[in-house]
Every structure is written in C-alpha cells, then in structure tokens.
C-alpha cells in the first residue's frame, strides 16, 4: 500500500470513530441537555426524592366542613336549640343572631344563658351585661347574672347583682338565694343564713333552697337544724346526687350511720356528685360494719313457735 493509500485509510477510520462516540452520547429523548455550569460540577445537585407508591395502608382522611350559620334562620334555630338542652350548638347560632339583633336584650340575655349552660362563663357574663344595660328592669336578667358570678366565684359582682334584682322585687325568692350564696362565699354566714330562711318562708316547695340553706347549717355546725332543710330537699330533688350526699352528711354527724349509707347510695344511683358519695360511703362502711357485728344475735325460736308440716 503506498503512502497515499495509508494516510486516507486512517482519515476515514477516525472519522467513524468520532461519528459512532457522538452516536452513543446523544440523548434518547431527542432533546438538547443543559450543560451543567462549573460549580454544579463541583457540587452535584442532590437527586430529587423519589415519590413514594401509594400503599394499601395508606389512608386518605376527609375532614368535613361545618356548613356556615345562616343569619336568616340563626334566631330560630338558636331558641329550638335552647329549648331542646343543646346549649353549646344554641349559643353557636345565637352569636350570629346577635349580630342582626344587637338592641334586643331578650337576644343578649338568652345568648349569655346558652354560653352559661355550655360552660363559657367569661362570654356569658358579658352577653348578661349587655342584657341587663339595655333592659335594667329585668330581674331574671340581675338574678342569672348573679349566678353566673358565683359560678366564677366572683361573689362581690354577684352580690351587686343580686341586690339588683331584689330592689326591683324583694318578694323574688330566687333573687334572695343569690343573694345568700353570695353572702356566704364572702364569709358572712349569719347574713347569708337568715337570708336564706326569707327565700325559705318565700318558696317552702323550692329543693334548692332547701339544699342551700341546710347545707350551710350543716358547715356552720347546726347539725340538727340542717337535717330538716335537707330531707326537705331530698323530697323535692330525690333525683340529684349532691342533695342527697349532703343529707347523707348530715345523718352521719348525727350519728344515724344507716341513714346516711342510704342516702349515700342513693346518690351514687343517682349518678354521684363529683365522686363525694363513693367517698362518703367508703368513710362510713366500716364504722357500719362495726355497728352491725356489735348488735346482739336474736336467740333462736323455740321449736313450739316453728311452723308445723
């Protein structure tokens, strides 16, 4: 082969080697890559995070959405909700009506008794506030109020308010409770007793009172005297478990323990009052036991008093 010949032999050689290397380096997709800069070099970017696979386990949550109060119906159904005993759904409705009725006391005043009743106590006082500053000459207004500061244990607001009530009807036997209550959450249990002995002479049948004012004798040491309160009471309330722990209270430090274990389960039956009657009649079983196993056994009948086959 001559010289010519060898040299056009390795030009073409070359060529198809720089053809078949620009083959395999093309991409598949057709497209043209972006040329990564200097510095990606250097720093590789990290690989995106790969998406994971759906699973059978894998469970989708679908949260649903409350639908919105409609301010035209709010009112109405806000008060079909109060009277049915569903106090924080009526409170949820009555807040939006409040809105469209924001000069009607009765509005703001069955608001604040929703709010009360569902445990919102802060609200409840405001709405209540308002209530009774656009309508001063409600007493029901003033003696809710009153008992919405007690369940605060705000007693000097309380006491305000419930002499709000009776300087607007001093015959309200319920404006009298308050009133008491709030005497004896402010120490002054005298006040606070003959206070409640005029709700008392004012509302004979009212278990509350009854329970109230026994109660307080009964923390004052007047044992005998509660006693009387709270079995009238139980007569009225059979159904409440703290007037009859509290009865039951009374019958043990009158040293009537059979009494008292009665009305101790009682008021577990009738749902307890915040675990004070299972406590109660824990306290006392023992000294029950005791007073049983000390009575005398009855002797045995003659076998002339058995009743003949």
């Known amino acids: 082969m001559s010289l010519r010949n060898t040299r056009e032999s390795a030009a073409r050689g070359a060529v198809a080697l720089v053809l078949g290397l620009g083959l395999a380096a093309a991409p598949l997709t057709g497209c043209t890559e972006k040329k990564p800069s200097v510095s990606e070099m250097k720093n590789p970017p990290n690989p995106p995070s790969p998406t994971p696979t759906p699973t059978e386990t894998q469970v989708t949550l679908v949260t649903e959405s409350t639908p919105p109060i409609d301010p035209k119906t709010a009112w109405k159904d806000g008060v079909a909700a109060y009277q049915s005993g569903e106090f924080s759904t009526s409170a949820k409705h009555l807040r939006v009506a409040v809105e469209e009725k924001k000069d009607d006391p009765y509005a703001h005043y069955l608001f604040g008794l929703a709010l009360w009743k569902s445990g919102q ?86 278990g509350y009172i009854a329970n109230t004012l026994g109660y307080l004798l009964l923390r004052r040491g007047r044992t005998d005297q509660a006693v009387a309160h709270l079995e009238a009471a139980r007569d009225r309330l059979p159904q409440v478990a703290y007037v009859r722990n509290n009865l039951g209270v009374a019958y043990e430090r009158s040293g009537d323990v059979h009494r008292a274990a009665e009305e101790f389960r009682a008021a577990l039956q009738a749902g307890d009052s915040d675990g004070k009657a299972s406590a109660s009649l824990a306290r006392i079983e023992p000294l029950l036991r005791e007073r049983i196993a000390s009575q005398p056994v009855p002797e045995e009948a003659g076998t002339e008093d058995q009743p003949q086959n």
């Open 121 to 206: 106590l802060d609200e409840a006082e405001g709405a209540l506030v308002r209530a009774a500053s656009m309508n001063e000459g409600s007493v029901k207004t003033w003696i809710n109020l009153a008992r919405v500061r007690l369940d605060r244990r705000e007693f000097d607001g309380a006491l305000e308010a419930a002499d709000r009530a009776i300087l607007l009807d001093g015959s309200s036997s319920d404006a009298l409770h308050q009133r008491g209550r709030a005497l004896d959450g402010l120490n002054r249990g005298e006040e606070a007793v003959t206070t409640l002995e005029q709700a008392r002479g004012l509302a004979p049948d009212n």
